[in-house]
């Protein structure tokens, strides 16, 4: 869907060059001659473009009407070189930024791209705080076990300091859930929160994404970019996965977490930086140490406060009361008339193992009330379906007989490959791995 823009120009020679240009690059455009008009017009626009001097009501008179209708437009200012403090008023008024006249189409472009991508993060955030009462406040994370108590009281003797913090755990454990209560019990929690998923990024483009590029930096860098880092600043970055992040770009995030600093793509100029920095794995890092996929210095600044989330399955007293509440959050939406869950369907939740962890329970839960006909959900109605369970009852064997701990994986492995018709990524999801994780097992087992 197109951005919408909306320029405030009584110069209609300008005006309409700046629409013309910025329907090239793939806006909706509309124009105002006064600020009278661009008032009829601004609850519309994505981002408002205003000359400082109209007819009438002025650009800063705009600006401030346009705050007191509550519209979330962005406004950038065009000003002349004699009324740059004009400008600066009107930055401290809430415009996002500000043009010099004359300026060049190709700095219009960036200065737009970039107060969009302001607009969106701002966006983002407000719905952030407007969910988190419901869903990072600790009464609403579900965690009545001594476990997940402790990590509450850890999130919240952190959260107030800019000590950076590790968090481990298996795949669907609620890495993102914890990360995120932290953010909002700390003094940071009005400023960005800013997630990158380490896994989805290529190698190639990782240390672009992360820290920016200016143009030219490559070829299709058509214009300067602010990475993740620069979009977080004064906030904090959430480095999902962090374990995938190859040695090359290692040693940059170990200059950020020490110095604080960084260098775009392309780009000699240091820029501070000011972020809170929690990552997230769910890989044994020191296996990464000695395997020498991970260096041992970013090991040691990330790991400041560790917290291990524990599996779904070491806080089985958890799962009565998540289950509960997927059923209560889900049930209107797949249009089942279960209310409850009966004894024997919670008793079935409790006993199995749960490899996917928090995150299978939710999916088990959505997928039993979308073919449940009953207003209780009943054990028969509880729809598993997993890889093969190592488990066994008291004097059974562990293991299915003749087989090793290595063979029993081995056979896992494959058959979680032949579910997911040979699809690593789809596989590395069935078994609660990364798929870099199963790779590196695969080559273990000379399959690779």
């Not at 789809?426 to 609660?432: D, E, F, V």
Request: include cysteine; hydrophobic fraction near 40%.
């Amino acid at each position: 869907m197109k951005k919408r823009i909306l320029i405030v120009e009584d110069e209609e020679k300008l005006a309409r060059v700046i629409e013309v240009h910025l329907q090239a690059a793939g806006f909706e455009v509309e124009k105002a001659g006064s600020a009278e008009g661009a008032l009829q017009m601004a609850d519309r626009a994505e981002l408002v473009l205003t000359d400082l001097r109209l007819p009438g009501l002025g650009g800063l008179e705009l600006l401030a009407q346009i705050r007191r209708q509550n519209s979330q437009a962005a406004v950038i200012v065009m000003t002349a070189f004699g009324t740059v403090e004009n400008a600066v008023e009107a930055m401290k008024s809430g415009a996002v930024d500000f043009l010099l006249k004359p300026f060049s189409l190709d700095h219009l472009t960036t200065v737009v791209n970039k107060a969009l991508e302001v607009r969106a993060l701002r966006d983002e955030n407000r719905q952030l705080r407007e969910e988190l009462g419901r869903r990072y406040e600790f009464d609403n994370i579900v965690g009545r076990s001594p476990l997940m108590q402790e990590i509450f009281a850890t999130v919240l003797r952190v959260a107030p300091t800019r000590a950076t913090v590790l968090l481990a755990g298996e795949s669907g454990v609620g890495k993102d859930l914890i990360a995120r209560a932290v953010h909002f019990h700390s003094p940071r929690k009005d400023r960005p929160f800013v997630k990158i998923n380490c896994t989805a990024l290529p190698e190639n483009l990782m240390e672009s994404e992360l820290f920016g590029y200016e143009k030219g930096a490559f070829t299709g860098a058509a214009q300067s970019k602010p990475g993740k880092f620069e979009q977080a600043d004064t906030g904090t970055v959430m480095l999902d996965e962090i374990g995938d992040v190859p040695v090359s770009v290692q040693v940059k995030l170990l200059r950020v977490l020490q110095e604080r600093e960084f260098e775009r793509l392309g780009s000699n100029k240091t820029r501070r930086l000011d972020v809170r920095v929690i990552a997230a794995t769910n890989q044994d890092l020191r296996a990464a140490l000695e395997q020498g996929t991970f260096r041992e210095d970013l090991y040691y600044r990330l790991n400041v406060v560790p917290i291990n989330i524990p599996p779904l399955r070491d806080r089985r007293e958890d799962i009565p009361f998540l289950a509960e509440r997927f059923l209560r959050q889900l049930a209107a939406d797949c249009g089942s008339p279960a209310a409850s869950i009966t004894d024997a369907g919670l008793r079935k939740l409790v006993e199995y193992h749960w490899p996917g962890n928090v995150r299978e329970l939710q999916n088990v839960i959505e997928r039993s009330l979308v073919l449940c006909a009953s207003d209780r959900l009943d054990a028969a109605g509880i729809r598993l379906e997993s890889l093969p369970q190592a488990r066994s009852a008291p004097g059974e064997h562990f293991l299915p007989e003749g087989l090793t701990l290595d063979q029993y994986e081995q056979d896992l492995i494959r058959e979680a490959l032949r579910r997911a018709g040979g699809n690593k990524s789809q596989a590395a999801r069935l078994l609660g791995l990364t798929r870099n994780a199963l790779r590196y097992r695969l080559s273990q087992m000379g399959m690779e």
